[in-house]
């Protein structure tokens, strides 16, 4: 391997799994997405016909479609802040101490965003389950009546976001935990010759340097939420009556279960030019932001 | 006040040894009203920290819990008559062993994307070459591209392909990931330049140079990088659900997401699916927590 060519052939193959798994897929999808491909376009290509724009105007005429985006936009308003200031409390709390007790509770806060969450949401139907779960149990301790927890349209947003905050602050933590590692020991140690209490310091001091990683866990958690997917698969399918089918859910339902796989396609345009939009508007705002 | 301001006292010290700055408190010396402030958030998080855990010690107690007991109102913690049965039934009658193999051979594929994630990162890190700024800039892109977007045209491909229902289908779209590459190429820029030019003046080929020299000196992301590529590939879900007709090739988490179906009827046998499921992960991550921390703080997350 000579030095010229060197880095073609390192980068070559992960390169070319990106490009194959990462770039081509959304090109893929914008061509589909303008084909009436189904099931039997699938097996046989030259049933496929070229329909233009008949899948997009279908879609924004399709009420299921704008239920999905409507609860995908609900919890994501839920989920985000609580997920960013839950863990960035966390975080702070802490790290107050570095002593070893301190230190084995992390790990508690981050087991679950590593496990898998497929296992997770079967314990947590049970846990919610109405006749024999767990939560309903402890409510009726303190006297109040039994929750529908995964079959009531309302409260069935509620239980899925409370499962996915428990599960999304754990990488939150960590990230916020490296993030404060890194503020300079000289500004908590002027800060306190100056007088400054703790709390203070924590506000005047600590946050303003947290900044970047503020953000770059809100925009991480704004862009996961747009994707939820698992929690609402595995626990209510979607149900009850589509109540909390998110536009992911949606996507696989359209394309999985139905095969309208140019209909589906269209839908993941769709979803990628939200998350662009987003990310777009996240990055100018941060642009405005003071430099680091 | 700014930031620059507060530095003030400090830059002083030297400067005046006769009367000495305040001392910062030491360890054994806290002041009492700080120490009662330690130890009531010590409280809180202790309490936080059982909240959280809660689900898992439910799930593992569950599991062992004959089906009269699991499905008992009012509800309790510790089983009085723990039974494996449950165990026994995934591996004898539900073909658990077989998923469990599937899922650690796509555990052992991914490893196969982490050496080619390790040679991409180590390219950009040190070689400077036509077309580097552009391509890493596709290697930040994609991090942005959801799985749900391009998971209907990734199928289609890889059904052209002819790779739906086979293990490497399934392993393939998650093979190589942009923020791996990245989390790479952020550590390997640490890399003197000068040890690898000795060691090409001394005649070793680049692929030695990447697999004696560079990999070794790489040692902590790599342990990271192993223990997050082994979690993602033991909990992935939704490729195996999409591509996997055929029993056969289920993994974990498919069986497990099957079992969904008999909520009402056996929560034992699902609790002990998902203990199987969870128990490995949490034994890797309490082992490997230290060097999953740091690799964050590694990566210039500050």
């Known amino acids: 391997m000579r030095t010229r060519s060197a880095p073609y052939l390192l980068i070559a193959p992960a390169m070319l799994l990106l490009i194959a798994f990462g770039v081509l897929p959304i090109m893929v999808a914008v061509v589909v997405s303008l084909t009436d491909m189904n099931l039997a376009g699938l097996g046989d290509w030259s049933r496929i016909e070229f329909i233009g724009v008949a899948n997009y105007t279908q879609l924004f005429a399709d009420p299921a479609f704008w239920q999905a985006l409507w609860n995908t936009g609900i919890f994501a308003i839920l989920g985000v802040p609580a997920v960013v200031v839950l863990s960035l409390i966390v975080a702070l709390l802490l790290n107050r101490s570095q002593n070893r007790f301190f230190r084995a509770l992390r790990s508690f806060y981050f087991l679950p965003a590593i496990t898998a969450i497929v296992a997770i949401s079967l314990v947590w139907g049970y846990l919610y389950n109405t006749q024999f779960g767990l939560f309903n149990y402890l409510l009726s301790l303190i006297g109040i009546p039994p929750v529908q927890w995964l079959s009531d349209p309302v409260m069935v947003k509620f239980s899925l976001v409370l499962v996915a905050v428990w599960r999304g602050t754990g990488l939150n933590i960590i990230i916020f935990l490296a993030a404060l590692q890194s503020v300079p020991k000289e500004y908590l140690e002027a800060a306190s010759l100056d007088g400054a209490g703790s709390m203070r310091t924590t506000v005047s001091v600590v946050i303003p340097l947290l900044r970047f990683a503020i953000f770059f866990v809100t925009i991480t958690t704004i862009i ?51 998350i662009a939009v987003v990310t777009v508007i996240q990055l100018r705002g941060r642009k405005a932001d003071v430099d680091y | 006040m700014s930031i620059t301001d507060l530095r003030q006292p400090l830059a002083l010290d030297p400067e005046l040894p006769a009367t000495p700055p305040p001392r910062r408190p030491r360890h054994g010396s806290v002041p009492r009203s700080a120490r009662t402030t330690t130890i009531i958030v010590g409280v809180a998080l202790t309490v936080g920290a059982a909240i959280t855990a809660l689900p898992f010690f ?20 510790l089983p009085r008559e723990p039974t494996f049965e449950f165990y026994v039934q995934l591996f004898q009658e539900l073909d658990f062993g077989r ?16 050496l080619l994630m390790a040679m991409a990162g180590y390219g950009f890190a040190k070689f400077t070459f036509r077309g580097r700024e552009p391509l890493f800039f596709l290697v930040l ?88 590529t082994f979690i993602a590939g033991w909990n992935s879900f939704l490729w195996p659900l999409i591509l996997a007709n055929d029993e056969r090739l289920y993994t974990l988490s498919v069986g497990v997401s099957l079992l969904n179906q008999q909520i009402a009827t056996n929560p034992s046998l699902q609790m002990a699916a998902a203990t199987l499921m969870v128990v490995p992960i949490l034994i890797v991550f309490v082992i490997f ?14």
């Not at chain 2, 599991?63 to 009012?74: I, T």
């Not at chain 2, 650690?104 to 994307?113: C, F, P």
Request: proline residues 6%; hydrophobic residues 55%; charged residues 10%.
């Open chain 2, 289 to 302: 927590q230290r060097s999953v921390v740091q690799g964050f703080a590694l990566s210039g997350l500050k």
């Open chain 1, 224 to 274: 996961a939420w747009l994707q939820f997917f698992d929690e609402p698969f595995v626990l209510t399918k979607g149900g009850p009556l589509g109540a909390s089918t998110s536009v992911s859910l949606f996507l696989y339902q359209t394309g999985f279960s139905s095969s309208q796989f140019g209909y589906a396609a269209a839908g993941s345009v769709v979803l990628f030019v939200i």
């Open chain 2, 141 to 228: 892109i994609t991090m942005m591209i959801p799985v749900q977007v391009t998971m209907i045209p990734t199928y289609l491909i890889l059904n052209g392909m002819k790779l739906t229902n086979t293990l490497i289908g399934i392993a393939l779209p998650t093979l190589v990931s942009g923020f791996s590459i990245f989390l790479f190429r952020q550590f390997m820029s640490t890399i003197p330049t000068e040890i690898l030019e000795a060691a090409r003046i001394d005649g070793a080929s680049e692929m030695r140079i990447f697999l004696r020299i560079v990999l070794p000196m790489s040692r902590p992301i790599m342990a990271v990088q192993i223990v997050l």
């Open chain 2, 58 to 77: 439910w799930m593992v107690f569950s599991s062992v819990k004959p089906r009269s007991e699991s499905v008992a109102y009012p509800p309790a913690l």
């Open chain 2, 99 to 114: 998923y469990v193999l599937n899922t650690l051979a796509i555990v052992l594929i991914s490893m196969i994307g982490l």
